[in-house]
């Protein structure tokens, strides 16, 4: 079992084993939290991100993959590519960004960190209505919260603004 905890704050100072990334398909640090993560590690994670897609091609929507965290001091970063929101019909948009989240859990726990910080995937650029998002994202980390973790103890949900903090506070209680 993990405990869920939501904070508001800059996800590349928060004390971690691994932070989640919104990414892109391409996986090529844009504005947002990507752009965030990418100045904060150093350009090492480009070339990492770089070296993937040469080897394994573009990451697709719901899916994760992970590096290391450069310069910032986490044991890794793993990059979630979340659903456009207007590219999908609303409940293949939660399926998807559902599976951001679930993705990243069980990678993690291969991984076996035993926390991982999440900022509010899809709700920036990519339009998510961000109380369907707190509702979504909550809806899933509690359904999956009494699975058989062995590492991940700690689930943390980063805001970066007011608005998301207080539908999660709210989705998440
Ligand atoms: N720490 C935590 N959260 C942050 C930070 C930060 N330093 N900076 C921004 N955020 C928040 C935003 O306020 C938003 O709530 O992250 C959330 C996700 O917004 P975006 O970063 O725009 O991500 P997303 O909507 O998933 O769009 C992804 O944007 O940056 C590009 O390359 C990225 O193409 C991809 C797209």
């Given at each position: 079992m993990y405990q869920i905890e939501t904070i508001q704050g800059d996800i590349t100072k928060v004390r971690t084993d691994c932070i989640v990334n919104a990414a892109n398909t391409w996986l090529h640090g844009g504005g947002g939290v990507d752009g965030a993560i990418h100045r904060a590690a150093g350009p090492v994670l480009g070339d990492a991100c770089a070296e993937y897609v040469r080897e394994h091609g573009l990451l697709p929507t719901g899916q994760v993959m992970h590096t290391g965290g450069g310069h910032i001091p986490v044991k890794g970063i793993i990059h979630a590519v979340g659903p456009v929101?207007?590219?999908?019909l609303p409940d293949e948009s939660d399926r998807l960004l559902q599976a951001c989240y679930r993705n990243a859990l069980v990678l993690a726990e291969s991984l076996q960190y035993g926390s991982i910080a999440f900022p509010n995937?899809?709700?920036?650029?990519?339009?998510?209505p961000k109380d369907r998002a707190a509702e979504v994202v909550c809806s899933g980390l509690h359904t999956w919260q009494?699975?058989?973790?062995?590492?991940?103890?700690r689930v943390i949900l980063v805001c970066f603004d007011d608005v998301n903090l207080a539908f999660y506070q709210k989705s998440c209680s």
């Open positions: 929101y207007r590219e999908h995937i899809s709700t920036g650029v990519y339009g998510f009494t699975e058989n973790w062995t590492f991940v103890r």
